[in-house]
């Protein structure tokens, strides 16, 4: 529990022996956050000792689960990942390739999968392929994989390439190999990794984050311009789209709000007390720059609006003339079910609210969107095919049942910022 | 981990809300010692949520583990106790119950049982009676179970009966009632407890542990006198003992040894290398006691020796005439398999060396053990009906396969001093 | 020992009683980060309890020290501040405020202190007024002294004014009093504070700094001009020069560098090893940004030269064609004796060498610094009247001894980046 | 702060370098337990750096104190010994010794010192010789000096001699040697060390603390008589009085009482609801030794009287027909200033009762203490020369003034078990 660099200290890094190894970095949100639901899952079964680091969510493991335990299985963890490991324990296979492709024939939704074991490292992608995965190699010979590129860079590991959508890679002494143990889906890569979730330095999908992130601004400028005299991010996930629109737009970008630099992404802290704090004290406002002027403040996204509708409150104390608000995306209407914990229907504010209705509860002079075409034209001719749009259009590439709020517990490893 | 003290401190203890709960205080040998092979073990199954806390050994754990696992069961700790739940787990009945017993109608062994769901809580002691467990009234109404009655008295808790073997006490809203499930089995109780491991102001298998063990010693004067000018026990475990053996022998009884007040029995701690700093500065001899005097030591059982050893060569240094060893036990010949940690039979002296042998290790003038018979005439008439006297005489009272290093794992939850 | 927001948390808070209090916030640097130099300092003496918390530097601590000590004083702490205590409790005066105004006549450096004892809360600023001190009020009455107005900000208290240089607020029961107990001096502000030191979003020396640190970038535009692609800050501190470069010069503004959120200022861990490791990890290149351009760089100041290099290296290696490095201030040549941590002579770069050999280590194609003149310039019409340059042009306002290594342990109290 | 093998771990020690070193073992009391009150204290001043461990307290560091404050001192420590330490700063002489000895020569009271420097260890003893000072000898040559001798036994050190009253033994390259440096004084042993505070397996001023301790007991039975089935101790410091009561009267010594041996002597825990948590649960009674017996208990002192009203409700309530409640000391009536910290008048039930009074305060039927003249007799011979009684006789061998509260809190480093 706690920051990396915290936990694994060089002491504790050295007392680390053997040749291969996992980690996981899990955003808990509250109630979930035990010792226990961290991953990787480290479990001992018939098949032998098995470690599992799992990016994503399955829409099935609540089915699964329930029919394990009538069966006579025992959950150490309330995470959804576990139902892979135990149908793998189930597995009459005795061969721990064959109860993995087994086990993972019987889930659905979005995994990008690490599996340890003494003999074998092995990367797994969705045959959707929800969720990036990259591979890399270092120049010792040794294959790396990660979420992002960046992770790549500073341990100096050269980007290879994507671990495709419905793509095994099995690494042991005898080398490296590709397997597509599944049926092929059509790709459905998650569009909201580019909006907000990835680092700018990053190239997911095989495609820059920053390049993808900055012409989402330009579209936005493009499609719903204002007058200003300065564009301002909510920093930081917005600061490339905002510059973007500047581009585009000619109004001249301003670091308008300062983000404390000891408060990360609000969602990493477990306890949520902490977190209110800390969105009270994470942005303030430069008056320098607003004062007397017209902004136009760019976001990535809005969700329940309430910390939107409290930063434009400090920038119209602040003495700003007129209030533009321009979201680097469409309205957020729905959940997402595969990894990203964007909040329920009920809590997302585009999902029960008109635009008009969103402006007045922002107290914003205009507020305007990216519509969807535009968003898409953003990330067009990308080589990685499709992309799941579901939390901006309700259409979700793998079906679901939503089992209320037990579903929920399950499901939300991810938090979003607001 | 740690000193209950330090754990359950008075805001933790607050925290605790509910009008039931079950606590387990788990005696840790090097490596079986995590977090999570901490007790009481709590599981989800489809029985809903079920917590356990066992004192004892089961001899056929390793087996069903074997088949559990084989069948897809993936187990969380390495303490033999979760066998248990794992057979509930897997029973096709729908009342927790009946699930229980058909659990423990598999398992043999040594178990003292607390269960603890959101509807039950549930005591139950295996058909042979191995180890203690009692039950206990408050004033306010409350049932309190514990192994020794001595956690009664500081809980301001009236003994009420030792809980018989066999029978498994169910308490709901309902009230309290008793269910024999179970075929009677010859009663075994351990008198190993007698000897050492049960606390003096206790009664246990409804006799008083004080009474017994000076019994034990004044067998011992009978029949293993010696002229001597003192008698001092190795404290505090054969303290009563020693008054025992100096009321019917006439020789003074004296505190020789002294014992640091810092340290307490040595296998609480986890860490081997603070056991041995812990054995080093444990005791300290009373020159004044000693010196030019003709010395009984009565110490209660002889492991492995070398404490023993150590303790009469500062006896010796401190200027003793001559060293008489008594021990209020037979020489302990034979592992326990139902949860005293009794070294191997490798490791045991008595199960490899003639006394005559040990007595030249030792390095004492005479050496003298009680006889069996003596030792049982100490307990004559004990209502409880017969003992398990195995670690003497080799009589396993419920037959165990010996699974060489992987059984010891299991069953080495209680350590013995040496 | 930690970030402010681990050690004070709600129920540390609400154990705090009373109506006002004192807070310090200590860059610690390696050999002085002990527990006991943690400020605010706390003794009691024959005046009673004194707490004070100190900004700055004091330039004859040392030799204080010296003779404090063979007069018999104790000290407890290796900060330079202690000596400020020790001379109020030698002193004969018997009030409070005469005998620390006795006190600090006898001191010399740059102090903004706060003095908190059971009847008043004093603020003072040195004469010269080196280092920032500003007074705000609450809604509720309350006044608040921070170093940076952002302080101010979050806690909802509206800034009032600056502490002068050379003045004193008493606060105690009957209000709020200004005296003004020492001899006037040359005022003499670190205009490092503009530079790098503090946040763009206060108002230090009633100036914004936003506006000081883009006029800077301005400036440097201006007198240094260059040819390229694209202007990219090292962030976060030279983002806003950065704007100002890219507002001047036309040449578009691009986040090329990403840092890690989860790394703050290098400077306040207080272990080398974990700065070292914080170096590395802490910036990231955007090969998109970079690749294939023409590259102006941003920084606010080079020290050693050692982060810049590994900076310029990596954006080499990302494809850059060219790459011109601009400091938004004149080369730094010289230590800081007031209380900022800049390195000695010996390893500053600019102390040692030419901009001409600065330029072939850095390996950039061209190297530029603003000059002395135009940095005055970006801060004309100041109504805080003059500034310390002392780091650009090794003009000390206040005297000073140097005492080799002992001194430096006393001094080195703030550490810059590098 | 804790017990001394949870701070000086195994690694912790190797870190210490160096080839001398002193510690101290503080009981803390309630309000006086800070970090920054544990010895050794360690300062720097003119003399460079001085160590100091004292056991003792002085009776006129509060004179002291004030005067050295109002010169302008500033204490880190509310302890009595920082006094010693300023006294040297002050001292005008550059030798260290003799700067010892003016600082000694203005102290009054009880004190045996350890003081550490680069150059020298220093055992002092003040002239009346309240406290025990122990010198040993390793067969390494190493000089060890402690409190009592069963520290030198687990260390393996031979026992040499005591430190006399007055006398100053220094260590240093060229050997060791003894110096007289003050005026003779009167011989004040502190004769409760032998009925309380020291282990019976010690040696202190050359007699054995067990010898003393069981001839107090046979004192005792001898003078005070009573017809009885069994003598029993409150365990363990009245366990050797006991055993001489019980061989004087020839009635059966049992242990009646069980301690437990989690918790220590009640006052080394620090926090005043952990002491009361320790009473409840330290004592209980064997209920097999005392039901329908006429019981005799010994104890060694009674402070307030609370803690022997408990435990003789709860042999009351175990069944004893009559309960004989002996001490062997005098009753306590006064306070100590010289080092055990014994309540105040107010709080000692003997001062402020008649024996009568007390006797139906703790509801027993008869009670009675040993005379003054047969305490004496048990050390009688004794050759380290006078005792100081004060806490039986009000006689106090060295004049103190008594300041009220804010004494207290410097006097009360011991605490006693009541």
Redesign the interface.
Known sequence: MG???NIFT?PKIKELIGDSAIGHNRYSTTGASFLRNAQPIR????LGPVALAHNGNLVNSWDIRNRL????????TTIDSEVI??LM???HKTDLLEALCESLSQVRGAYSLLVLTPRYLIAVRDPNGFRPLVMGKRSDGAIVFASET?AF??TETEYVRDVEPGEMVVIDHTGVRSLYPFPKAKPSLCIFEYIYFA???SYIFEE?V??VRKSLGRQLARVMPVEADVVIPVP?SA??AA?GYS?ESGI????GL?RS?????TFIEPDQ??RD?GA??KY??????VNGKRVVIIDDSVMRGTTSRKIIKMIRNAGAKEIHFRVSAPPTVSPCYYGIDIPTHKELIASTHSIDEIQKYLRVDTLAYLTLDTMHKAVEGHKGGGFCDACFTSNYPVEFQDHAGNQKSLFTEYATEE
């Open positions: 920051l990396v660099a060089q479990v001992e079964s018939h335990e009538r069966d006579g299985s025992i959950f150490q490991v135990h324990a189930k597995s960046c860079d500073i680092r700018p330095d820059s920053y390049k930081d600061n490339i510059l581009e001249p970008y301003q670091s300062v630099h000891y408060i990360g992404r007390k902490i704090f009270k004290i303030n406002v430069v008056k320098e720059v």
